[in-house]
C-alpha cells in the first residue's frame, strides 16, 4: 500500500490550500482515512477523520469549521480543504489509512499505512 500526499505550500494566515492523498495497492473505498500533522517539536496530532463511505467525518476541535475532509473512492484519493488558515496551522500534514476498518478514529496508532507527508507553513 501506497500514500501519496500533495497540495502543501505556504499561504498567508487567512489563506486556503487542499491537501491531496492517492492510495493504490488497496481497495481505498472500504477502509477509513485520517489526516494528522506534526509542528517542529510537537507530537504528531489527530486533524480530520472520514469514514470508508464517507457518512461519517470527525475532527479535531482547532480545525471545525475551518478544515474539510472528503473523499473520491472511484479516483482512490482523499482531500483535506484548509480554509482560513492559521500561523499554528503550520505542520507537515501526513494522510494515513486504516488497514481493514472502516469506522474512522482519531488515534493515529490504529492507522496502519502512512504516505510521506506535505508541509504547510503559514505566515501572519
Known amino acids: 500500500v501506497q500514500l501519496q500526499a500533495s497540495g502543501g505550500g505556504s499561504v498567508q494566515a487567512g489563506g486556503s490550500l487542499r491537501l491531496s492523498c492517492v492510495a493504490s495497492?488497496?481497495?481505498?473505498?472500504?477502509?477509513?482515512m485520517g489526516w494528522f500533522r506534526q509542528a517542529p517539536g510537537k507530537e504528531r496530532e489527530f486533524v480530520a477523520g472520514?469514514?470508508?463511505?464517507?457518512?461519517?467525518?470527525i475532527y479535531a476541535d482547532s480545525v471545525k469549521g475551518r478544515f474539510t475532509i472528503s473523499r473520491d473512492n472511484a479516483k482512490n484519493t482523499g482531500y483535506l480543504q484548509m480554509n482560513s488558515l492559521k500561523p499554528e496551522d503550520t505542520a507537515v500534514y501526513y494522510c494515513?489509512?486504516?488497514?481493514?476498518?472502516?469506522?474512522?478514529?482519531?488515534?493515529?496508532?490504529?492507522?496502519?499505512?502512512w504516505g510521506q507527508g506535505t508541509l504547510v507553513t503559514v505566515s501572519s
Open positions: 495497492g488497496r481497495t481505498f473505498s472500504s477502509v477509513a
Open positions: 494515513a489509512i486504516r488497514s481493514s476498518w472502516n469506522n474512522v478514529e482519531s488515534a493515529a496508532r490504529l492507522y496502519d499505512y
Open positions: 472520514i469514514s470508508g463511505g464517507g457518512s461519517r467525518t
